[in-house]
C-alpha cells in the first residue's frame, strides 16, 4: 500500500473538490427531490387524474430504468438536443446548461421524487382520517392542515425508510464521474490513470464512503429520536442501513 | 446531425436485443449465485458462533454501505488479479483472461449476496421458535428441517425483499458498462455514439430495462401468491 500520492497538493485538491461536489449533490438533490416527492403523493392522492396518471407513469418509469440510462439520457441524449432550441445558447441559464452537475441534480432529484413519493403516499395514507377530521374542525384551511398536521405525521411514520432513500441518494453518487463530473470516483480514477496505483485511491474512497454512510444514519437517527411524537423507545429492531 | 433515424435503429436493434439477452443471463446468473451467498451469510449471522457471525455481519455491513459502482470496479480488479496470482501460484506463469461475463456475474453476485443477506436474516428470525423446536422434537435432520419447516416458513415473508433485489439487480447491470462489458447499455451506448441519436438510444435502452422489470413484477406477483397460499389474506 502506497499513500505517498496523498501528500501532493493537486491529488488533495482533486479529492476535496470532489468531496466538496458530492455532498453538494446529495443536499440539493434530497431538499429538491423531497419537495417533489411530496407534490407527487399529493397529486397522486389529491390531484386531477389526468396529471395524477401521468405523476404514476413517470414514477413507473423511474423506478423501472437503471439511474445510470437516466443519467446519460439527460446528459448525453437531452443536453446535445438543447443548442437545437433557437436562443438558448444566447440565455443567461446556458451556462447552467452546459454543467455535469445540473444533470446529475435533475436525474437525481427525479429519482428521489419517484421513489420518496411511493413512500410518502403510502405514510399519508396510513394517517388516520380522524386527524385531519379534527384539524378541519378546528378551522384550519386545507394548507395548513397538510404543513400542520397531515405530513408531519406522514413523515414520523415513515422516517426510518426516509433514512434509507438518503443513503441510497449517497450512494448513487459515484455514477456521476460517469459524465464527466468531478466527484470522489472521478479523483481516485483521476490518481490511477496517473500514478497506476489501483487500490490505494478506490479503497480510500471506499472509506470515505462507509464513514459518510455512518455519519448520515447516526444523525437521521438523532432525528428520528428528537421528532416530536416519536415514540419513547425503539419501535423496533433497527437496521444500520437499509435492507 | 443523423441522416435517417429509422436506418440507424434498424441497423443497431439486433446487436441491442443480443444484449439484453447478455443482460438478462448476467442477472439470473448472479440472483442464483446471490442467493446461495445470501442463506450462507444469514446462517453465518444467525450462528451461535462469535467469528462466524462477525464475519456475517461485516459482509452484509461493508458490503451495503458502499456504492455499487465503487465496489464493482474494486471487484473487477481484486478478482482478476486475485484469479491471476491463483494461477500463477499453481499453473506456472500462464496469464490469464478472465472473461468479462464471468466478472460481471461474480461482482453483481457478491455484492447481491449481501444484501440477500439482511433479507434472509430478517425472514428466518420471524419463524416462531416453536416450529423448530417441533421440528427438532420429531427428530428432524437438519437439512429435513430446513427444507420441510424453514424454507416454507420463510419465503412468504423474504419474497417481497427478494423481488426488490431482483429488480436493483437488473437495474444494476447496466452498471458492468463501466467496466466495458457489452450488455445491453454499453451496447446502446455504441449505438448512440456511432448514430449520433444519443436520445433515442438511451430510451431504447431504458425502455427495454422497464420491460424486464416490469415482466418480471408480474411474475413475482404470481410467486408471492403461491407461497402464500394456504395463510389468511392481509
Redesign the interface.
Known sequence: MDFSWLSDPFYQKALWTGFVNTLWLVAVSAVCGFALAVSFAMIRLRGPRPLAMLVTGLT??V????????L??FY???G??LPEIPGLQESVIWPLLRDPFFYGALTFTLSVGAYTGEVLRGALLSVPEGELAAGRAFGLNPWQILYRLWLPRAIQMCLPTLTGELILL??????V??IAMMDL?KAANMVRDETFL??EP??L??GI??AL??VLTSVMRLIEHRFPGARPVAPKRR????? | MPSDHSDGLLEWLGPILQGALVTLEIALLAYAIGLGLGLLGATARLSPWRPLRGLGTAYSTLVRAIPELLLIILLYYAGSQALNALFAEFGGDTHIEISGFVTAVGVLAFVQGAYMTEVFRGAIQAIPKGQLEAADAYGFSRPTRFYRIVLPGMLPNALPGMSNLWLILVKDTALISVIGFEELFFTAQQAAASTRDYALFYALAGALYLVMTLGSNALFARAERHVRRGQPST
Not at chain 1, 423506478?63 to 437516466?70: E, S
Not at chain 1, 449517497?170 to 455514477?175: G, I, M, W, Y
Not at chain 1, 437496521?239 to 435492507?243: D, E, T, V, Y
Open positions: 413507473t418509469v423506478r423501472g430504468t437503471p439511474l445510470l440510462v437516466q446519460f439520457f448525453d441524449g437531452v446535445r438536443l449517497l450512494k448513487s453518487v459515484p455514477l464521474s460517469t470516483l489501483v487500490y478506490l479503497l474512497i471506499a464512503y462507509l454512510t455512518l437496521r444500520l442501513l437499509p435492507g
